[in-house]
């Protein structure tokens, strides 16, 4: 079986980090990342004048608020198929982070993409918002099948 080769990603140019490059490579749409860039960073603008802090301290803690710590995977043993609780690692807690963060700021309607963008990293960074929302629910589910962790891989 041949391995999948993990793509590593620039820094983007203006907070010289990775995260924050991976996060408007998810914004871009059809190529389009110039558009992307300017979203991100007019959002970032955004969060310092609301919150008087520094945007990306603020991006950082909304990211590790959204990162869920378990979801559940189904297995199928003996005919059943059984919701198996799944302890998340690195990269695809943050890739899941990134995707709600979005898919909240999407989902809203009526204001510029970048003022909804910058709301929920705002609401993450506070422990609200949808993407906190549809961590709890991952979290939940998991708790809920707790009993099942015994056919955990």
């Known amino acids: 079986m041949k391995r999948f080769k993990k793509h590593i990603i620039e820094p983007d140019r203006l907070y010289n980090d990775v995260v924050v490059a991976q996060f408007i490579n998810k914004v871009m749409k059809k190529g389009k990342k110039l558009i992307a ?6 959002a970032f603008d955004i969060i310092k004048e609301k919150t008087k802090k520094e945007p990306l301290e603020v991006f950082r803690q909304a990211i590790d608020n959204a990162s869920p710590l378990l979801e559940v995977r189904p297995k199928r043993i003996g005919g059943a198929t059984y919701q198996v609780p799944v302890e998340i690692k690195g990269e695809k807690k943050l890739a899941l982070a ?3 963060i979005l898919n909240g700021a999407r989902a809203k309607k009526g204001k510029p993409m970048s003022e909804k963008l910058s709301q929920e ?3 993450a960074a506070n422990n609200t918002g949808v993407a906190i929302k ?3 629910d991952t979290h939940r589910m998991a708790e809920a099948n707790k009993a099942f962790a015994r056919f955990a891989r």
């Open 37 to 42: 860039q300017k979203l991100v960073y007019n």
């Open 98 to 100: 990134i995707r709600w």
């Open 121 to 123: 990293i705002i609401d």
């Open 134 to 136: 549809k961590k709890n």
